[in-house]
């Protein structure tokens, strides 16, 4: 599984942002996708993640009520509206797929989004 992320940029705190990841190759074999997230000094940390059949969403506490996760099987996409953001969500931002074992073991190259307050 091939996976590009897009859509970072830099927004000011309360603004939205949509970010999307293109899945390529064997998609079929995917059973969750998700995004993480890596601040500047920080570990990287899970964010949202979708079953990919069900379209079963779950979030960090973190994020819930401000981002939605949503995908679309027919185009092999998933996207990550973020909404009210705030300058603690500047990150460079991962997709990333696992299969049935749950493991996340394909990932995108990631996508900056700076929020400045």
């Known amino acids: 599984v091939q996976l590009q992320a897009s859509g970072g940029g830099l927004v000011q705190a309360r603004d939205s942002l949509r970010l999307a990841c293109a899945a390529s190759?064997?998609?079929?074999?995917?059973?969750?996708m998700g995004w993480f997230r890596q601040a500047p000094g920080k570990e990287r940390e899970f964010v949202a993640a979708?079953?990919?059949?069900?379209?079963?969403?779950t979030y960090a506490d973190s994020v819930k009520g401000r981002f939605t996760i949503s995908r679309d099987n027919v185009k092999n996409t998933m996207s990550l509206q973020m909404n009210s953001l705030r300058p603690e969500d500047t990150a460079v931002y991962y997709c990333?797929?696992?299969?049935?074992?749950?493991?996340?073991?394909?990932w995108g190259q990631g996508t900056l989004v700076t929020v400045s307050s």
């Open positions: 190759g064997r998609t079929f074999s995917s059973y969750m």
């Open positions: 979708i079953i990919w059949s069900t379209g079963v969403p």
């Open positions: 990333a797929a696992a299969g049935h074992s749950g493991d996340f073991g394909f």
